[in-house]
Structures are given as structure tokens and as C-alpha cells.
């Protein structure tokens, strides 16, 4: 390659550059970092709340919806497919004050532990948060004492929400397949 072709290859590269470089200009660059960061400051908020978990019966509110081949032998019933649509309340009783409800998937997701992948959705249906939603989704080992499981998203007051929920299981009465599960959800939101 002559001098000539270098130097032209050279100096449409500096040109490139340059025009690249203009494209921010200084003021331009300010008045992005001013709108950022007068943006509202993040919020937090800290929900106590039980989830009725009624697993029997024609009111049932957990429904096995699938299984693997291997879900009858297995010890953590590996494949299990549920959904859910519990009654969310402010105290462990099921006749507490009503929130909404917690609607989604859970999957025995663990060959030798009984732990959930689990997918749900707070609806809250009451009270300062109506008709915003808080989406957890996780692991969750039952057996575990207290649980933490991720707060990934959130629509209305919650909307762009994050942070973790500390799950625990309040009471079980095997005679009647009923559960209260307690939940303090830390979550962040614009």
C-alpha cells in the first residue's frame, strides 16, 4: 500500500472518530446526568402478610396441574407441577383481614430435597397497594426454617420493583391439608 492509501485510510479514521466523539457534546451530556438524577428518589417499602394455602377439597387453592414419570418415586416429588391462587391476609387467620391473593406456579424442582421453584404473583386487592402486584420468583426449599426468595418486578405502585422476600411456614394441620405461610417482602420501587 502506497503513503498516499495509508494516509487516506488514516485520516478518514480520525474523521470517524471525530464524529463520533461530537455526536455528546459536553452540554448535552449535562442536561442527561441533570434528568437522571432528578428523577424521583427510590422508595421501600416493608409488607407483612400470610398466604392461605388450602391444598384439599373442592375450595382447594392449590392444584397439581402435571407431573414427571418419576414424581410417585420420588422422595421430593421431582416433576410436580401446582398452581395456586391463595387468599392473601394480614394475620395468620383465614378469616383476617383480606389483601388479595397470591396466584401462580410452583415446581418440585429438587431430586433429593423437597424444595419449589417457585413463580408467584402478589395481587393485592385492598388497602393502599389495590391493584398493584409484586412478582417473586425462586427457590424454595420447604423444609428450610426461613426462606429468602427474590422480588423481581411489580406493576402499579410497585412498578420496576426489587429486593427479597423471608418466607417461613407459620402452621400446617395435616388432617385438613392446610398451610399458613408468612411473608415480610423488603422491596424497592420508583
Do not use: C
Not at 442536561?31 to 437522571?36: A, L, R
Request: charged letters at 15%; aromatic letters at 10%; zero cysteines.
Amino acid at each position: 500500500m502506497s503513503k498516499v492509501g495509508t494516509f487516506l485510510i488514516l485520516f478518514s479514521f480520525i474523521i470517524s472518530a471525530t464524529n463520533v466523539i461530537s455526536i455528546i457534546e459536553p452540554n448535552e451530556a449535562q442536561i442527561w446526568v441533570q434528568n437522571y438524577m432528578s428523577q424521583p428518589k427510590e422508595k421501600v417499602a416493608t409488607l407483612h402478610f400470610y398466604l392461605q394455602d388450602d391444598l384439599s377439597g373442592p375450595d382447594a387453592t392449590v392444584w397439581e396441574v402435571a407431573r414427571s414419570e418419576i414424581t410417585s418415586n420420588s422422595s421430593s416429588a421431582f416433576g410436580q407441577v401446582s398452581v395456586l391462587d391463595d387468599l392473601v391476609t394480614t394475620g395468620p387467620d383465614r378469616n383476617s383481614e383480606k389483601l388479595g391473593r397470591a396466584q401462580g406456579l410452583v415446581t418440585s424442582s429438587d431430586l433429593k430435597e423437597l424444595s419449589l421453584a417457585t413463580n408467584i404473583n402478589i395481587v393485592f386487592k385492598a388497602g393502599k397497594y389495590n391493584g398493584s402486584t409484586i412478582s417473586i420468583l425462586g427457590r424454595n426449599a420447604i423444609t428450610t426454617a426461613h426462606r429468602e426468595l427474590p422480588v423481581v418486578g411489580g406493576t402499579g405502585i410497585f412498578r420496576m420493583a426489587r429486593g427479597f422476600a423471608i418466607t417461613s411456614t407459620h402452621s400446617y394441620d395435616p388432617v385438613e391439608n392446610y398451610g399458613v405461610l408468612e411473608y415480610t417482602v423488603y422491596v424497592f420501587y420508583v
